[in-house]
């Protein structure tokens, strides 16, 4: 019988070369996955599907998990406010995980053999979809023809063109990865860091100038309505925000970090949505919780990102860490009001129920309700206390 492999296929050059090189040089029946986490159009993967078959393939498959994606994954984003480094909404970083669950699931279904991905030695993927199928699907082999024989981008073109396929991958100057949480740019002006990337190599052009009031309303952390329409659907939700804010170049950044392996990483980035949606739901929480409640989330929304970003999703303290991130938007509810305009937004203001703002003990930098002048001066005496006792001990050291 033949070896049963499923490959992890984007339709990208080093899956395409995956593909074939499977079924026509070691005699796979190869079954071809597409894990869409909301970057194909239904154009591309009738493309994608056409292109497997052309490949070799015995049979395609495309997995949707654009929901399970933002249920398990972009709402505790959203509830933390997650940016890797302050900068980056870590958009292929956990699409990849949730890819590589989909997929294992399905190589687990068909009792599979092996399953193969497309990494390269020198990147995060590699680590995500090895240790995703290392712990979900511990008996089938892992296949990684590009990493493991230290393939060029030349070596797989030429052998795709050699057999017949004539896709011209080596003319693409930049690689894209696209999501329903931002598009990652990798390639060209990236690989010098003294460069930026030009307009030419974003995706979505700036179409829009002066500004334009957007409001985005939510419920329990979670978007319930744009400009005054109710959404359901939270995908819709994010892709309606993504339309309004791409038209401005909103989101566009350059990403610096270091990779999982150890090596510093650059990458390009365009995400209106993630930006939008953050920046209004930081700024209503500001509002609506308490000092230690923000603190406390800052922390351990710091380890969710950090733990989504090193493949560690499936470790049991992710869990813990959502409940508290869930726990935590009882209370985050309202309206945010942002202007946009080219290239970056600002909050306007919030209507909130719970608005702590508003409050019958005093308005901040106007007259005292809750307490009297000599309960201030007491209070601030004694909040003083620890440096007096201090300083009176180390006059010497009194800048």
């Known amino acids: ?185 990798c390639g060209g002006e990236i690989l010098d860091s003294k460069q930026g990337l030009p307009e030419s190599a974003y995706l979505k052009q700036i179409s829009n100038q002066g500004s334009e009031i957007l409001s985005i309303g939510f419920k329990n952390g979670e978007i319930e309505s744009i400009n005054g329409k109710q959404y359901d659907d939270k995908i819709a939700a994010i892709a309606k925000i993504e339309t309004i804010g791409c038209k401005y170049g909103i989101g566009r950044d350059m990403h610096v970090g270091d990779t999982i392996i150890g090596i510093k990483g650059r990458v390009g980035f365009e995400a209106a949505a993630p930006m939008l949606i953050i920046g209004a739901h930081k700024f209503l929480e500001k509002f609506t919780l308490s000092k230690w409640q923000q603190y406390w989330k800052d922390q351990v929304a710091n380890w969710y990102g950090m733990f989504l970003h090193e493949s560690q999703y499936l470790e049991p303290v992710m869990r813990d860490i959502e409940a508290m991130l869930e726990s935590s938007q009882r209370n985050v509810n309202g309206i945010v009001t942002l202007e946009l305009r080219p290239y970056c937004f600002s909050t306007v203001g919030v209507d909130s129920p719970g608005d702590l703002v508003k409050s019958k003990l005093g308005e901040y930098g106007e007259t005292q309700k809750g307490w009297s002048a000599e309960e201030a001066k007491g209070f601030i005496k004694v909040s003083s206390t620890p440096l007096r006792v201090y300083y009176g001990n180390h006059k010497d050291e009194m800048i």
């Open 1 to 185: 019988m033949k070896k049963k492999v499923v490959v992890a296929f984007s339709g990208g050059l080093d899956t395409s070369y995956t593909v074939m090189y499977l079924a026509k040089e070691k005699g796979f029946e190869v079954h071809a996955v597409c894990a869409n986490t909301g970057g194909f159009s239904a154009e591309q993967l009738q493309t994608n599907e056409a292109n497997a078959y052309k490949l070799g393939a015995t049979k395609y498959v495309t997995i949707d998990v654009t929901k399970e994606y933002y249920d398990k994954s972009l709402k505790y984003m959203v509830w933390g406010n997650v940016l890797r480094n302050g900068t980056y909404p870590i958009s292929v970083s956990s699409e990849r995980l949730f890819q590589g669950m989909a997929i294992a699931r399905y190589a687990q279904e068909i009792e599979a053999d092996a399953i193969a991905h497309g990494s390269t030695g020198a990147g995060n993927d590699q680590v995500r979809f090895d240790m995703t199928f290392l712990v979900m699907c511990p008996e089938m082999e892992i296949i990684t023809l590009t990493r493991d024989n230290n393939l060029s981008r030349k070596d797989e073109v030429d052998y795709l063109n050699a057999n017949g396929f004539n896709a011209d991958f080596a003319k693409l100057k930049y690689s894209y990865n696209v999501g329903i949480w931002g598009t990652s740019i």
